[in-house]
């Protein structure tokens, strides 16, 4: 995939900043003969570096329309462990994907659909209806866009413009691991030492996605690379991979919403607006699709010539997503104000538990 050439002018109806799924989903939806769609990415290559463990649900993929190329193998549901112990099989169908063909087939859907996509293009500011650009290699742009869209990810810089900027972060870091065995679940690993979050092992043919992901506790920053280290050698005691890391990341994972997702002509989608699962963490199915709703409310609101439709997104959202969200959240704050009690409040806090959906 090329990065297209430059629009002529630097007016453009609709601006997306980011070619995540949030951000590609947002372009395809805005996309239409009469509308100008630019898309910026700050990186060279769509979904380059991968920095997620790869599962979506199988539902996502009945949702989409863009072929099964990017799966890599079926899972039946979830295991979840306590302290090593299983203590719960779920079966939820899904798939483990290869993210980097995901998301580059999403891009490409959007490009087909008419959207214009700048790879190697960071947004830097805002000044007024004015968003200031940077390719890489060149003088900063200026561009003038009726509404912009902000599928940035975690650490948005669309969503500081509108002083909506995430603080509730939990930080995650993963390797690639080569399996002894094949696995058809994935694997969710609770233990005291992963405050606020939990450790993964995620099958991906005869290999795994091994990771962590935790919240930080008072000032000090958590100890990853040596939880990584020790959740590594229980599993390779477990007999379940062989140690021989590759491929090691660190990303980002919202653990909440931001209050607010349209701000004037702005609107944040995806991890840009905390819509990623915050109890799971699970983020690509919510930012296909918030990208798609904000998508199609922008391109409403131009053909409307009406701002005040953008207040059509937060709506449909909240009626989606809303109750979710907030039971999410409230099992977020039991699960860290009583994180020394995980053994007896785990269930109410974790999805594959029936207590978690009891009451609100
Ligand atoms: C380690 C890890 C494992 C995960 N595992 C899973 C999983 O298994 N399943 C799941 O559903 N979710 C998972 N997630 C969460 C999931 O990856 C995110 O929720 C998802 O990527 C959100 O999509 P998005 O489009 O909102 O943001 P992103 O995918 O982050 O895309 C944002 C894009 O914006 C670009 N960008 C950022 N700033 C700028 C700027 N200023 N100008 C231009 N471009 C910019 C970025 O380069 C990026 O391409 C995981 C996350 C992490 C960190």
Redesign the pocket.
Known sequence: MKSSDMPSSAICDILV????????SAAAAAARPNLQVLM????AV??LPV??????PALLVGELNIGRKYLVQPVRGMKTFLAGREVKETLSPGFIIN?EQF?QTLVQAACDSGAHLMLN????SQNGDDVI?KPKGRPPLKIKAKIIIG????????AEWIGAAHHDLIR???IRVPLKHRLEFTEVYFSKDFYGGYA?L?PKGDQA?L?L?IKKKGRRPPPLGRLLEYFTSQCSRAGKIVANPSGR??????AGPVSKIVHGNVLL?????G??HPIT???????VA??RMAGTWAARAIQEKNLQVLSGYESEYRNLFGDSMQRAVSRRQQMESRWDDLDNILKNCWVAFKEYYAGT
């Open positions: 900043v980011g070619a995540g799924p949030a951000g590609a910026i990415e700050r990186r769509v979904g920095q997620c463990a790869e599962y979506i993210r998301d293009t960071k947004a830097v650009i599928a940035d990810g975690p650490l948005s810089t669309v995650a870091i993963q993964w995620f996605n990771g992901g990341i660190t990303g980002w994972i919202p989608a995806g991890d840009a607006a819509h990623t963490g699970a983020g690509i199915f919510p930012a918030a990208g």
